[in-house]
Every structure is written in C-alpha cells, then in structure tokens.
C-alpha cells in the first residue's frame, strides 16, 4: 500500500506546479485578469440565451454559442500574446493606423453591406471591421504622441495628433457617425489627461461644439427625399433616430405606448428592463430576445436586466467602473508616460463605450449601435477588445515592474539595525528578486529574439 505521506506531498507538488504555471501564463494585475473573465462568464451565458433567432434561421442551437467561444478562447491567446510583449513595442501602431486608414478608404468599394451598413470587408470567409482597427491604432498613436511631446515640439505634436483623428474619425463618420463622435471624444480627452495646453483643447472643443450644432440643424432642414439613396442615405437613420428620440414627449399617451417600426428596438428594450424587476427571469427565460433584432449585439444590455434584474445590470456596469479604476490605479504607479497613456486610453475606450451601450439599452440617449465589449456578439470587436485588456497588462507588468524592485531594495536595504534572523530573511528577499530580475530579462531576451 502507498505511504499517505508520499501521496500527499505528490499531491501537494502537483497543485504547486499548476498554480507555478497558472501565475506564468496568467501574469499581471490579477483584478483586471478577474474582470475578464467574469465578462467572458457572463457574455457566453447571455449569448447563449440571446441568440434565439439566429438558431432559428440556422436551425442549429449550437453554432451560435460555439462561434462566440471560438472567438472568446482566440482572444484570450491575443491576451497572451500581447501582455508578453514589452509596451515600447506598442509605438509601432501608427504603422497599423496607416493599414487601417487604407481599409476604411477600400470599405465602401469592396465591403460588404450590412442593415445599410458598409463596414465590414471580407475576404476569403474572413470578415474583418476596419473601424475597430483603426480605434486600437489611433488610440496608441495618440499616447505615443503624447509620451513625446515637449515644451519645444508640443505645437508639432498637436497638430500631428488632431490631424490624424480628424481623418481617421472623418472617414469613419461617412458610415457610422457614432463611432466616429465616440472615438475623437475618447481621443481628446486622453489629450486632456496627457497636459495638452487648455487652450488648444478649448478651441478644439469650441470647433466640434460648433459642428454638432451644425449637423443637428441639417438633419432638420434637409429634405427627406435628399436621404432616400445616394451618399446622403445614412443622414435619414440619423433623422428618425433624433426625431424619435426628441419627440416621443411630446406624444399623446396611447401614442406613447404604440410599438411602430420607428420606435420598435426601443419599445421592446424598455419592456425587457420591465420584465427583469429587481432579480430577473433569470437566464434563460427571456421573451424580448424574440421580438429585439439585435438581442445579443446592441441591446444585449436589455436581456441582462430582464434575465439577471436590476442587480445584474449593476453588477455588470461596476466592472465597467472597475476596469476605469483599476487601469487609473496601474497608471498612477506607471513611471514612463507611454505605457500610462496606453493603459488609460485602452481603459476609457472599453468603459465609454460600454456606458454609451448601456445608456442606449435604458433609452437616455438615442440607438449608436455600439456594442458591448466583450459581451455582446462579434467577431473583430471581440479580438480588439480582449487586446485592449492586452494592452493594460502589458503595461502593467512592463511599465512598474522596475519600479517596485527598485522600491523593495531600498526597503531591504535601508537598515542596518537588526539580528541575524532579519539579515537572513532579508538575504533570502534578495535572492527571490534577482531571480525575478533574472526572469524578466530571459522573457525580454526571447521577445526580441
């Protein structure tokens, strides 16, 4: 018979080695890893649940479900892959902007339409979302822009940096204007944390005030059969989205309540918050998933609260917050200003677009058709989102890293009271940093190779 002694410490050797490679797979801020996949939980749940006209048209349950898990699991390996890749790397998107510039010129030639859409370009079955290439690659040349600007350069820097976001975010505003306002917005205000001159940023600011105003009256002035075909029919979806979202005050209350083909997505989402109370139907037992076109993309967020209550919704917009928190806290002990830009632009463009999301869902501003990250159902946004998480691990490994063994040897070092006990342990901390030192610089070393 086996010792239980030699069992046990078999057993307790081989959790060892599991949680050993747990940590060197899974490495950085452990909040923002716990996030993740809290959001991933919840996403495959809740498409699941979602999807049930496109199971009907397919006639199959399981592809939907099975699609989502293929692109979730290949975004997990893009977080791998990116957060072991030192951020210095990361300057290099202005390259990836020049790419993405190019697709979205090629997008309206050669894409493929969706719902009067054309943002999508397809090529060899593969389906790729140019827009949201050209978010990551703008955002990462902004905060690398930002990380060299100086009191001698800043006027260069400046231009360079409003320069490329009023034509990455012109060329998306042809054919989705909302992406476009999100994205300059998330832009300028990355340039305000980066200490931009105020100045600037207020003539800036003045100037896209000046347009909103501009394009709302022209919305309201131009005729309606200017907008029925031609390069002008996407301003008639902006015309009954800010007519339907302005005028429904002003109805009579059986009006009010009349579901039409104008108001039908935003009828049906505020029945399924309805529904949903305080605890939901729990997943599963949704009855709005029937009747919302885009139940498991832009108004998934109207499924979470019918099927996990109000407190699901809660709990889902707190990871949002947390993410926001989380990524300011890793910032904050950031020493280099390209990785603290990094981190904070990846962590605003995840949460704003999350809460412009949700407040589409509950109806306080009018349909973008944003996604929500992670959650909702996608193919390109969910790889670029899991790289945004990539981003701030990255960041957070390689950009404090030398800080806080810098810190630790100052700690250890800054005494010479003390037994032979303290010396000893103080001995052995040393050990276990120079082992870590000596790690990073293996893990580098094979990274450039």
């Not at 949002?320 to 300011?328: F, H, M, P, Q, S």
């Not at 830009?341 to 109806?363: H, K, P, R, W």
């Amino acid at each position: 018979m086996d010792d239980p002694d030699q069992l046990y410490e078999e057993g307790g050797e081989t959790e060892s080695s599991l949680g050993d490679f747990g940590r060197k797979i899974f490495k950085g801020d452990k909040v923002i890893w716990a996030v993740f996949i809290a959001l991933c939980v919840i996403s495959l749940v809740e498409i699941f649940s979602a999807t049930s006209t496109i199971v009907y048209r397919q006639q199959n349950m399981w592809s939907p479900i099975l699609r989502h898990a293929v692109f979730l699991i290949g975004g997990v390996g893009v977080i791998l892959l990116i957060h072991n890749i030192p951020y210095r790397y990361f300057s290099s998107l202005i390259f990836v902007l020049f790419i993405a510039v190019i697709l979205l010129v090629l997008t309206p030639l050669i894409g493929t339409s969706v719902n009067g859409a054309d943002r999508w370009i397809s090529f060899m079955g593969i389906t790729i979302q140019p827009s949201e290439i050209a978010k990551i690659s703008l955002m990462g040349t902004v905060a690398f822009l930002l990380s060299k600007q100086n009191e001698e350069n800043e006027a260069l820097m400046f231009r360079w940096m409003i320069g490329l976001m009023a034509i990455v975010c012109g060329i998306i505003a042809l054919d989705n204007l909302s992406t476009a306002m999100m994205l300059f917005g998330i832009c300028f205000l990355l340039m305000f944390i980066g200490n931009v001159k105020f100045l600037r940023l207020l003539k800036v600011a003045g100037i896209g005030v000046a347009a909103i105003l501009l394009f709302v009256l022209m919305l309201n002035v131009i005729p309606a059969n200017w907008t029925d075909s031609g390069p002008l029919n996407r301003l008639s979806t902006w015309q009954n989205r800010l007519s339907n979202f302005t005028t429904h005050k002003e109805l009579s209350e059986e009006e009010y309540f009349t579901i039409t083909d104008d108001n039908y997505q935003v009828a049906h989402a505020k029945i399924a918050i309805a529904n949903g109370s305080v605890v939901g139907v729990f997943p599963g037992n949704s009855t709005e998933r029937d009747f919302l076109p885009q139940a498991y993309s832009d108004f998934i967020y109207a499924i979470i609260i019918e099927e996990m209550g109000i407190l699901g919704g809660l709990f889902v917009l707190l990871l949002y917050v947390i993410i926001l928190i989380r990524a300011g806290m890793i910032a904050r002990k950031t020493e280099k200003l390209f990785p603290k830009y990094l981190v904070l632009g990846s962590a605003l463009m995840l949460s704003i677009q999350a809460f412009v999301n949700m407040a589409v869902a509950v109806n306080l501003i009018p349909v973008t058709g944003q996604p929500l990250p992670l959650i909702s159902r996608g193919g390109t946004s969910t790889l670029i989102t899991c790289a945004y998480f990539g981003l701030i691990l990255s960041a957070d490994r390689f950009g404090i890293g030398k800080k806080k063994v810098k810190e630790n040897d100052e700690t250890e070092t800054g005494g010479d009271e003390g037994n032979d006990n303290d010396n000893n342990s103080r001995n052995l901390l040393k050990e276990i940093k120079t082992v870590d030192k000596l790690e990073d610089k293996v893990e580098f070393e094979i990274i450039q190779v």
